[in-house]
């Protein structure tokens, strides 16, 4: 199972790659064509890294008559929080995530 | 399109006929999914519902689509929390495809409400439920976490 693993990780590896998960959590289920609105990337360039987020199974894809939708898998990821959080850790590191979360805004403001 | 949708999709070791009966039967979904059951007469038009421990409904609807080992098509409306009892019907459906050794397990929840509370607070859920289901399968032994109905709820 670590070839999988592998591959998420390497699929995680690149910021545009990351950058089209962040995409698809704000707005799940978008074609193609969407995902390339708003983007400096090249729609070659995205289809490729696409094609990578698919093979790691971060992105899962439907088709909708001729429409192909890309949603965000979060399988992959819980999988490995799963492997290297124990589930008693849990509540306490979203408290520290929510603290960090709250103090990082009001230093912004 | 659904305007709330989400979709899992994880691939587990084992065959389409030993995932099909964990997902339905009772023996097998108590132990990954909170201690619940399901209950249906499972062929299409049936009634379905999850029932906790106690016996009361979590969810409950109709079983829409059905083939054996393939794929489950339902109906469900969650009967726990007014404010998502009053967004009425979602879609769930199971998929189940061999790959290899695996099968790939695609879990698609939507419903025609944008923001819909039910499929955001399902979506917390499913992550969790799927992964203790693949462990059951796998090793024989789903996440401690997952194998009773949490306290207060």
Same mark, same amino acid.
């Given at each position: 199972?670590?070839?999988?693993?592998?591959? &998420?990780?390497?699929?995680?590896?690149?910021?545009?790659?990351?950058?089209?998960?962040?995409?698809?959590?704000?707005?799940?289920?978008?074609? @193609?064509?969407?995902?390339?609105?708003?983007?400096?990337?090249?729609?070659?360039?995205?289809?490729?890294?696409?094609?990578?987020?698919?093979?790691?199974? @971060? &992105?899962?894809?439907?088709?909708?008559?001729?429409?192909?939708?890309?949603? @965000?898998?979060?399988?992959?990821?819980?999988?490995?929080?799963?492997?290297?959080?124990?589930?008693?850790?849990?509540?306490?590191?979203?408290?520290?995530?929510?603290?960090?979360?709250?103090?990082?805004?009001?230093?912004?403001? | 399109?659904?305007?709330?949708?989400?979709? =899992?999709?994880? #691939?587990?070791?084992?065959?389409?006929?030993?995932?099909?009966?964990?997902?339905?039967?009772?023996?097998?979904?108590?132990? #990954?999914?909170?201690?619940?059951?399901?209950?249906?007469?499972?062929?299409?038009?049936?009634?379905?519902?999850?029932?906790?421990?106690?016996?009361?409904?979590?969810?409950?609807?109709?079983?829409?689509?059905?083939?054996?080992?393939?794929?489950?098509?339902? %109906?469900?409306?969650?009967?726990?929390?007014?404010?998502?009892?009053?967004?009425? =019907?979602?879609?769930?459906? =199971?998929?189940?495809?061999?790959?290899?050794?695996?099968? %790939?397990?695609?879990?698609?929840?939507?419903?025609?409400?944008?923001?819909?509370?039910?499929?955001?607070?399902?979506?917390?859920?499913?992550?969790?439920?799927?992964?203790?289901? %693949?462990?059951?399968?796998?090793?024989?032994?789903? #996440?401690?976490?997952?194998?009773?109905?949490?306290?207060?709820?």
């Amino acid at each position: 199972m670590d070839a999988a693993l592998d591959k &998420v990780f390497k699929a995680l590896a690149a910021p545009e790659r990351r950058l089209l998960l962040d995409r698809l959590r704000a707005d799940n289920g978008q074609t @193609l064509g969407q995902l390339c609105q708003h983007l400096t990337m090249t729609r070659q360039a995205v289809t490729r890294h696409l094609k990578l987020l698919e093979e790691a199974t @971060l &992105v899962a894809t439907i088709w909708r008559g001729r429409e192909k939708l890309h949603y @965000l898998n979060p399988m992959p990821i819980h999988e490995i929080a799963e492997r290297w959080i124990g589930q008693y850790e849990r509540g306490r590191l979203r408290a520290l995530a929510e603290l960090k979360a709250k103090l990082e805004a009001d230093t912004d403001g | 399109m659904a305007e709330s949708q989400f979709v =899992y999709v994880t #691939f587990i070791r084992t065959t389409p006929e030993k995932l099909w009966r964990a997902l339905l039967e009772p023996e097998f979904t108590r132990q #990954f999914w909170m201690g619940t059951t399901q209950e249906s007469d499972w062929k299409p038009g049936a009634a379905w519902r999850i029932a906790k421990p106690d016996g009361s409904t979590a969810d409950s609807g109709e079983v829409l689509e059905i083939e054996p080992c393939r794929k489950l098509v339902l %109906k469900w409306q969650n009967e726990m929390f007014p404010e998502m009892t009053a967004e009425g =019907y979602s879609r769930m459906t =199971y998929e189940l495809e061999q790959k290899g050794e695996t099968v %790939k397990l695609t879990v698609t929840h939507e419903m025609e409400k944008r923001d819909s509370k039910l499929i955001k607070a399902v979506s917390g859920g499913w992550p969790m439920i799927l992964a203790s289901l %693949k462990s059951l399968l796998e090793t024989g032994e789903s #996440f401690e976490g997952t194998r009773r109905w949490p306290d207060g709820m």
